[in-house]
């Protein structure tokens, strides 16, 4: 165990918790939130296999809240819950890939920089990138994920492991001031599991497991450099997480898809001036509730008129009844064309609305095996009233986010479908009605398969899981479809995905991928024309412009091909295969010093890419740099051991997997 993880928070703890004296505003308050930690798979939560002794020990030293719910299974409409105190209905934020927060919503830490609070986050996860709006308010939004996955390219810049996340964050600690505010988003839990080895092992061999041993001792490290720059007094230490996973119960390998305890319940853990050492919350909490509570310890300003409402209530005794919480899932709708799910959580019972309604005994079935609906219908009728009640409750209309072609592969690399499909508007978005998901959760283990295959790059691995799916009119599998098509290089397939998508109004994806078919036909006319109609539509797709710059260096045209280059590159230093093609353009113009030039300090990151990767490496090769290519395909090995075409650069023998 990590001894002396948390007691040198003792000396504060129970200070002002045996007394009715009001608590000192804390002055340092940090926020961790683990993506994807069921409740029942900690120690303190009653696993006795589990290996966290950290959060064992903060539940030991601090409070404990028993039934706290998340509003939906998705990290970033939780997340902006957390932050905003509103549920997803009311910010607007329903799915991950396709809202950003509304400038108008007040958050968290925008309250806490207003009260003098530095503010700082370390997110893991793409799905939380700063274009997403939970940047606004912070001082520092340190989003820069891609760090430390060694085996999968597309994972590999869409999270980074914990470790990385918080050697960023202490690094930050060594500096900072008193009084901040600081949120530690930890991803490692979310599928698929690759804990490291050590930990794997400690765990039995159940990654889920070891994923969150591994992540325990990285917060451990985080209380250690707490403890050397502050020591205890002032701070207010709280873990969480947005969601639970469902790890094959009631059908679902993940989440996202239902409203079951098993990715609704959440822990929450405090440990802080004025709470008791060792105290259990019973009643049902929220986690819209806890950026209410930040603030109130905070001493800063309240958000205003929110659904979330200060702890301090039921952490004193005065309020001994369970909070209502709402729950939903839009994923369901916007991803698969099905109904989405809405429901609420009472002490006593879970009510899903579906187009079968659900009812469920939290106190005699907690594992929700038994749907009561029908035998109830007088509760049901009363839980769905209250539902209504909620609803009816004000809303904010949500951004929509335009995310490219790498982007959407990036949430696809994370099991997300991402933007690209239609998304209803009201009042048809969130309304109940169409296919139940339950009757569909075995195709969605097969789409969620397929999506984690082509966000790795098996295009005929994915190609044969979406073979099994026969129900296939959602715009979920035709992007997938589309996508696995372009990485076999498959251009019919491909063609007839974009129609299909086309039909149902994503016209983005429907262009790119008669694009690149047309590319691979040799129909250069067909591909330009398309490409440019995508750029009219999505000026910031990246993807678009560089292939039109391949098209130009096809044609003879160099210079603007370059500029499309450095037009992609003005707007992001760091996309990949820009630098990869502009690089290659410059060595082939024989322009050596410009290329090495551009490429000082970024060879890292063409060499996450294999693709940029290839391509530098066979201009250099063409230029007489054998050396340079030589040493570039190394390092990008590095990051992806496993894949062919760098293997195969190499002179080694291919791995097992199809070249895609």
Known sequence: MHRGAAPWLLACLGLASACSEPVAPAERIVLVTVDTLRADRLGCYGDEQAHTPVLDALARD??????????????????????????????????????????????????????????????????????????????????????????????????????????????WLATAPDRFFLWVHLYDPHADYLPPADFLARAGGDAYAGEIAYTDAQIGRLIGALRRRFGPEGLLFVVTSDHGESLGQHGEPTHGHGLYDTTQHVPLLMVGPGLSRGQVIEPVVRLIDLGPTLLARAGARALGDVAGRDLEPVLDGREREARVAYLETLET??????????????????????????????????????????????????????????????????????????????????????????????????????????????????????????????????????????????????????????????????????????????????LWLRAMAALFDGDAVAARRDLEALLGLAPERSSAAINLGRLDEAEGDPDSAAARYQAVLARDPDEALALAHLGALELRRGQVERAEQLLADRNGIVARSPVATLHLAAAERATGRADAAHGRLKAALRFRPDHRGLLAALGRPPAAAPLD
């Open 62 to 171: 601090g409070v404990r809240f028993r039934h706290a719910s998340s509003p939906t299974p998705l990290t970033l409409p939780s997340h902006a819950s957390i932050f905003t105190g509103l549920d997803p209905h009311q910010h607007g934020v329903r799915a991950n890939g396709r809202f950003r927060l509304a400038p108008g919503v007040p958050t968290v830490a925008e309250r806490m920089r207003e009260a003098g609070f530095a503010t700082a986050a370390f997110v893991a996860s793409f799905v939380l990138d700063a274009q997403f709006g939970l940047a606004r308010g912070f001082d520092t939004y340190d989003d820069r994920v891609g760090e430390g996955v060694a085996s999968r390219a597309a994972r590999s810049v869409s999270e980074r492991k914990a470790g990385a996340v918080i050697d960023a964050a202490n690094a």
């Open 333 to 510: 709708q916007l991803s698969y064309g099905w109904s989405p799910l809405l429901g609420l959580r009472t002490a006593d019972h879970k009510y899903v609305r579906a187009p079968r309604p659900e009812l469920y005994d939290l106190i005699a079935d907690p594992d929700e095996t038994l749907d009561i609906a029908r035998a109830e219908p007088e509760l049901v009728a009363e839980l769905d009233r209250e539902l209504d009640r909620i609803l009816g409750a004000t809303r904010f209309d949500a951004g929509h986010a335009e995310v490219d072609a790498e982007e959407q592969r990036r949430l696809a690399a994370l099991g997300y479908l991402g933007a690209g499909n239609e998304t209803p508007e009201p009042p048809e978005l969130g309304v109940v009605g169409g296919p139940n998901p339950r009757d569909r959760v075995h195709e969605i283990t097969l789409l969620m398969r397929a999506a984690l295959q082509v966000g790795d790059g098996q295009g005929r691995d994915a190609m044969a899981t979406l073979d099994g799916i026969q129900t296939r009119e959602n715009a979920h599998y035709q992007q997938l479809r589309g996508q696995a098509a372009l990485m076999t290089r498959d251009a019919n397939a491909a063609r007839a995905a974009a129609d299909a998508l086309a039909a149902r109004g994503a016209d983005q994806d429907a």
